[in-house]
């Protein structure tokens, strides 16, 4: 099982971002889905999850300016950012609690960061 996530790149501030990260090989099932950020040096932080049936959940800091979704039949995981901010420029990691095939226990699995650069 692997997560690849992409769209991350420059923009200026106010502007708009979206990422998305997709799950592949042998999956039965996938729980919680979310993207977390990180500078260096820091620990990772949640910045927004969404549920099987699509309850999301957000940091209080992007509460407002980002939505999540996914889609299912994708075994994708979206991140819209709106209005950016100086503070968002980070990298992102995509996260997602997965049954593989033949197993008999959720795991974890984390995609390859995507950078946020946000310009003033």
């Known amino acids: 099982v692997q997560l690849q996530a992409s769209g991350g790149g420059l923009v200026q501030a106010g502007g708009s971002l979206s990422l998305s990260c997709a799950a592949s090989?042998?999956?039965?099932?996938?729980?919680?889905m979310a993207w977390y950020r990180q500078v260096p040096g820091k620990q990772r932080e949640l910045v927004a999850s969404?549920?099987?049936?699509?309850?999301?959940d957000y940091a209080d800091s992007v509460k407002g300016r980002f939505t999540i979704s996914r889609d299912n039949a994708k075994n994708t995981v979206y991140l819209r950012m709106n209005n950016l901010k100086s503070e968002d420029a980070r990298a992102y990691y995509c996260?997602?609690?997965?049954?593989?095939?033949?197993?008999?226990?959720?795991?974890?699995?984390w995609g390859q960061g995507t950078l946020v650069t946000v310009s003033s």
């Open positions: 996260y997602a609690n997965i049954l593989g095939g033949g197993s008999q226990y959720y795991d974890d699995y």
């Open positions: 090989g042998s999956i039965t099932s996938i729980r919680v």
């Open positions: 969404i549920t099987s049936t699509g309850s999301p």
